[in-house]
């Protein structure tokens, strides 16, 4: 048979282990395996949920004292033992083995003081029935000897147990090494270990009952018989009692005279209870209604101290103090009592809210008491906006009034002047928190401060923006140049202007950097200072301008708003909001947008082209300003645009009359004044391109080469005679001069390649002039054969009229008998009707491929119609047109 884990002394070594330091010495250790059943279904024994543990029977000596000790241990995830459970021998109330388990070794031990007596206690499996009578033994002979009592024993014989206890008491053999050597004694293991499985009958109880059976002469076996001997026995001494009883009539009478006065006597004490009773009813029925009156009493006590609270509460809300009362009615707005003033609104407003449903009791809503403070803190609230009201219309107008009078703060005569807002901010950031809490006691009152404010910076704005735009164009020197470019009639002298005008667009540009920013930065402070719930109108860190960040200086005075009242900076996209905040803007920024005009005006009557740059500059700073919620600098830039725009299309404009005009003269010859001008225009024009002004330029070039174009065709019809040469002339002249342009400009190179075109027609039409005047009836004769080739064969047109074979040769005589000096005379047409010696050999080489063009049709088409007839070869004639 397999060794008992109760006798593992690894076991017990690793049990003491885990509880070392409890002062405990374990007394039997064995492995169980625990699992859950439940109460009242002895039926389900649930061990589905079977897990391995360790029971530990300990003891514990305190003095004379011994105390028992059941703990569960359990493995942890290193196998190492741990304790998990510790339940106290003295608890244990019951042993009951589970009878469903067919092996007899599942058991449960009841305690009487678990917490919880709904939840089943677990029940313990052993390997076998040994294991398991080994440890219940140990548990009751420990309970016998310590406790003194035994726990209650369900479902196993306690005779049974003891039987197996006496032949299962193991003798263990010990050797003693003794002075004399060493002697062996034989032991049991009740010996060894301390009350492990003493007996459950002693020595003496069973030598008496060995004495007993002895007597009856019966063994161990004859149970039965014994019983049924006994039972005789006994009927015989009840029998005999009751014959000793009744033989002892006379104690008995005695007795029952006794128990008669025992009887009268409480029959008296009945009847006095009765009487105590009904007065200790009584008695309770008058502490009932004590105690209901007291309890009442004490009810109605606690009622009124909570009454009396509330009431304290409500007057704490109805009481206005004096310094706040003081201050709200008639206090300071200086500087220095500011802060008395925004705790007194904010004690205003809390008080207000304070006194609305949401956040007052219903109930106290319609008391009079309440609606006559509401109406005070009402007047309260009037009064102290009214103030300050006044008070900051007055400011606003002071710091405006202040600042206009000392002339520091403008540009003056030689000294540029930037505008420095950052101590107007200041001064107004410090009555931040008194608008916050304007408009949360009264919102209408911030439509007349905001026009207030509005009207008097819309002053200093106007008056910073006219004296610095007056400094800018006084100190900046810049020569005049013409407005006419393409005038017929001008003079050689202005075809080309160098003069540098670079500054005007330069002093364009100051403007804008200095004032865009300006005005954006405004924007944004007074968004937040006048409380507009609208986004940031430049995000913190944000590029406000096209170009670069302009006022570094008044940025920290911006941001710093929103900080006035984190809980009333919320960003919303209120449309409503957004056009009130619109239209004050306008109030604020209106008529500052004059002196933009005035230096867009200026710098077009000094260089009309720099209109270009300034539309450049214009449209960086338009697209810089997307992100801009408020839109009046942007509607600002858009109008610039437009301006710009507008001038430079005057000067489109009166260029196109100028071009217009050269019709008008009596006759023209050779290039035309304005081509060559043009290019030099069109060469300045792409010198001031900038950004996105690529656009106005282009439109430009359409209209005036479309102008250009026209006129050129116009001029030509008033002598058809000359209108080719004028036209190729012209077409060569707009070629050579925009050539570098066309490469770069792809605009100019459409119009490049339809002068291009324009120019191979007219070259075409005066060679084939030209050609036709010297060939005219050799070229002729061909024409009338190629038309009557329509209606008619090859070999009947030698036999029509005016083109027989004679006809031929007299045709070919007068044509071609002089053909060097005809080739000649055509050079010479050419050579005279040109007036530019540069396109004569260009012309010439057209020429003379075109005239070789037309005779080898007409050898083709003699050889055809007159195969016998002989004319001068096309290399006879290639070799002659060579040579001349």
């Not at 704490?316 to 709200?328: G, H, I, K, Q, T």
């Not at 005006?601 to 009309?608: C, E, G």
């Not at 019809?717 to 070629?735: G, H, R, V």
């Amino acid at each position: 048979m397999a060794k008992s884990s109760a006798d593992d002394e690894e076991l017990r070594r690793a049990c003491d282990a885990a509880i070392e330091g409890t002062k405990e010495k374990i007394v039997m250790s064995i492995r169980v395996a625990k699992s859950r059943g439940i109460w009242g279904k002895s039926g389900k024994l649930g061990r589905h949920m079977a897990k391995p543990r360790v029971l530990a029977l300990s003891t514990k000596s305190k003095g004379q004292r011994t105390k028992a000790f059941l703990r569960v241990l359990k493995y942890s995830t290193g196998g190492v033992l741990e304790p998990a459970k510790l339940y106290k021998l003295k608890h244990l109330s019951k042993v009951e083995v589970i009878t469903n388990d067919p092996s007899g070794c599942t058991f449960m031990l009841g305690f009487d003081n678990l917490r919880s007596q709904s939840v089943a206690p677990p029940q313990w499996t052993m390997r076998n029935i040994d294991d398991r009578n080994r440890l219940l033994l140990c548990i009751l002979n420990i309970c016998k000897d310590v406790l003194g009592r035994l726990p209650k024993v369900v479902g196993i014989d306690v005779v049974e147990m003891a039987l197996w206890a006496k032949e299962n008491t193991p003798t263990v053999t010990t050797q003693r090494n003794l002075e004399d050597g060493p002697v062996v004694t034989a032991v049991t293991e009740s010996d060894l270990k301390v009350t492990v499985e003493k007996e459950l009958v002693s020595q003496a109880e069973e030598e008496d009952m060995e004495a007993l059976l002895g007597t009856y002469v019966m063994g161990i076996g004859e149970a039965e018989a014994f019983s049924e001997r006994l039972k005789r026995e006994l009927l015989a001494l009840e029998a005999a009692n009751v014959h000793a009883i009744l033989e002892s009539e006379p104690l008995v009478d005695e007795v029952l005279q006794g128990l008669e006065a025992a009887t009268n006597c409480v029959e008296d004490m009945d009847e006095w209870l009765g009487i105590f009773n009904v007065k200790l009813r009584h008695m309770r029925e008058d502490i009932e209604s004590i105690e209901t009156r007291n309890n009442k009493l004490g009810m109605q006590s606690v009622n009124n101290k909570s009454l009396i609270e509330e009431l304290d509460k409500l007057l704490e809300r109805l009481r206005v103090p004096s310094e706040y009362a003081a201050c709200l009615t008639g206090g300071s707005f200086d500087e220095s009592h500011m802060l008395q003033n925004v705790e007194a609104c904010e004690w205003l407003t809390s008080a207000l809210r304070g006194l609305e449903v949401p956040n007052l009791d219903p109930t106290y809503a319609n008391m009079r008491a309440v609606k006559e403070k509401r109406a005070e803190l009402e007047k309260l609230k009037s009064t102290f906006v009214r103030r300050a009201s006044d008070f900051l219309r007055n400011y606003f107008a002071s710091l405006v009034d202040f600042m206009i009078s000392d002339k520091s703060y403008f540009s003056q005569r030689g000294q540029l002047k930037r505008p420095d807002h950052a101590d107007l901010r200041y001064k107004c950031r410090t009555y931040a928190r008194l608008l916050q809490h304007l408009k949360s006691l009264d919102k209408n009152c911030l439509g007349p401060l905001r026009k207030a404010y509005c009207s008097s910076l819309n002053l200093l704005l106007r008056r910073e923006a006219r004296e610095f735009a007056n400094e800018l164009r006084a100190s900046t020197k810049a020569s005049r140049n013409p407005t006419v470019w393409l005038e017929g009639s001008t003079g050689p002298g202005q075809n080309v202007n160098n003069s540098d005008t670079s500054t005007v667009s330069e002093a364009y540009a100051k403007m804008l950097t200095i004032f865009i920013p300006l005005l954006v930065d405004e924007s944004s402070f007074f968004a937040h200072f006048m409380c507009f719930e609208v986004p940031a109108l430049v995000p913190p860190g944000g590029i406000s301008n096209g170009n670069k960040a302009g006022s570094n200086d008044d940025d920290d005075d911006d941001l710093g708003i929103m900080d006035i009242d984190e809980n009333d900076s919320k960003a919303g996209n209120d449309s409503a909001e957004l056009v009130a905040l619109n239209e004050s803007l306008q109030d604020l920024l209106d008529g500052i947008q004059e002196d933009f005009y005035a230096v867009v005006d200026w710098a077009y009557k000094i260089d009309p082209l720099r209109c270009i740059s300034m539309h450049g500059i214009t449209e960086r700073y338009i697209s810089g300003q997307k992100a801009d919620a408020a839109g009046f600098v942007r509607l600002l830039l858009d109008d610039l645009e437009s301006r710009i725009s507008m001038q430079f299309s005057r000067f489109v404009d009166e260029a196109c009359h100028q071009i217009e005009r050269n019709e008008r003269n009596v006759k023209q010859t050779g290039v035309l004044s304005y081509i060559p001008r043009f290019a030099t225009l069109a060469t300045r024009m792409e010198q001031y391109i900038q950004g996105q002004s690529r656009d106005l330029v282009d439109q430009a070039y359409t209209k005036f080469v479309s102008i250009m174009f026209v006129t050129l065709e116009k001029i030509a019809q008033t002598d058809p005679k000359y209108a080719d040469i004028f036209l190729l002339e012209n077409y060569a002249a707009f070629q050579n001069s925009l050539y570098d342009l066309a490469n770069v400009v792809p605009t100019l190179a459409k119009f490049y390649h339809q002068a291009s075109e324009a120019y191979e027609q007219a070259c075409t039409r005066f060679i084939s002039m030209i050609i036709y005047y010297q060939f005219e009836r050799l070229f002729q004769f061909a024409r009338k054969i190629e038309d009557l080739m329509y209606t008619i064969s090859p070999e009947e047109i030698p036999f029509q009229l005016g083109l027989s074979k004679m006809d031929l040769r007299k045709m070919l005589k007068s044509s071609l008998s002089g053909v060097d000096k005809s080739i000649g005379a055509m050079y010479k047409k050419l050579q005279k009707n040109l007036t530019s010696d540069e396109l004569l050999p260009s012309l010439w080489d057209k020429c003379k491929k075109e005239f070789l063009d037309k005779y080898e049709s007409f050898s083709q088409l003699v050889g055809k119609i007159y195969p016998n007839e002989t004319i001068p070869s096309i290399a006879e004639m290639r070799d002659l047109l060579a040579s001349m």
